[in-house]
């Protein structure tokens, strides 16, 4: 018997010392490098599609990358990301050739911005939105807005810090959970805005990326068929403010008491375009006013919300 016990202590020791092993290993190696797919394109900016471009990333990307301190996309510490995930700090996207992506062809930050590989290989798990659903209009307006003469883009050389992401994001990236989606294999292309809910839906999921923070969790997302994630636009996904208090998103599903299905459609537009909530609440960091956004943008955001299943999810 003490022999039989002895040989299940030795086999058990050694499970033990390879998960170790294997756990310091992903521990050490990081997050997986990939090639970034080529992509050869040459956008052709206009000053509408700057304007396009300018206001696509002013509800998409300045809440990440915007400094507070010089008032460019030079990047900052993302406080709002989950702990789980690591010290996180987004990228200077600005125009410095050295710091930023001056250097960048528009066929590499169209690949970094639909898959997340940047062209040196470096790869950046969910903190990052993929955008596979944004059209390829609309993104090559993003492209042309980071190419002009905005002064939020001109070249800054502030060095942001490297990421520290956390050893769960290194064994999810390393085990293919968090691995980058493939280029879409045919063009993207926007719904008519005739159709509200179409149109919605692609806001929602393509242009806004609403269903990434309002979704149940950050490492269940599915960037290529975004209803397909995990408690779809539920909500109690935990973000932090300003001062790293946690906050839990907003149920956004139709359902009647614990979502938005007794709202009106005015009710929803003043909380998505200035803040205010029906119950007399204001909206909080992270959530930002979206003022950009046309009043019939918003309607049909609302419209395609009524559509989506119910989900009750009661949260505080």
């Not at 002895?6 to 521990?27: D, E, R």
């Not at 206009?46 to 507070?68: D, T, W, Y």
């Not at 209803?227 to 956004?252: A, Q």
Request: proline share 8%; hydrophobic share 35%.
């Amino acid at each position: 018997m003490k022999k039989i016990l002895k040989i299940v202590g030795f086999i058990l020791g050694g499970i033990l010392l390879l998960v170790l092993c294997g756990a310091a290993y992903v521990n050490i190696k990081g997050i997986p490098t990939y090639e970034q797919p080529k992509v050869n394109l040459q956008v052709e900016s206009s000053p509408e599609q700057v304007a396009r471009g300018k206001k696509i990333a002013g509800m998409l990307c300045f809440a990440c990358h915007l400094s507070n301190d010089e008032q460019k996309l030079s990047g900052k510490q993302m406080t709002d990301a989950p702990p789980e995930f690591g010290t996180i700090y987004s990228s200077n996207i600005t125009q410095d050739p050295v710091h930023g992506i001056g250097k960048y062809t528009d066929g590499e930050i169209y690949a970094l911005l639909r898959t997340g590989i940047k062209p040196n290989g470096d790869y950046m798990p969910p903190y990052m939105p993929k955008l596979l659903n944004m059209s390829d209009n609309d993104m090559h307006a993003v492209i042309a807005f980071l190419k002009s003469n905005d002064p939020w883009i001109q070249p800054s050389q502030v060095v942001m810090p490297k990421t520290e992401p956390s050893f769960l994001v290194k064994f999810l990236s390393n085990i293919g959970a968090f691995a980058p989606y493939p280029l879409p294999e045919k063009e993207v292309v926007a719904p008519d805005t005739a159709d509200a809910v179409a149109y919605g839906k692609y806001l929602v999921n393509g242009l806004m990326d609403c269903y990434t923070c309002h979704s149940a969790d950050f490492t269940k997302l599915d960037f290529a068929n975004p209803n397909n994630s995990f408690g779809y636009l539920g909500g109690g996904n935990t973000m932090y403010d300003m001062e790293g208090n946690p906050i839990k998103t907003r149920n956004i599903t139709p359902h009647k008491e614990t979502g938005i299905g007794n709202w009106t459609r005015e009710q929803f537009l003043q909380s998505v375009k200035w803040g205010k909530n029906p119950d007399g609440s204001n909206n909080r960091y992270p959530m930002l006013p979206m003022s950009q956004l046309a009043d019939w943008e918003v309607n049909a955001i609302y419209d395609y919300l009524m559509t989506v299943p119910a989900i009750e999810n009661k949260v505080e």
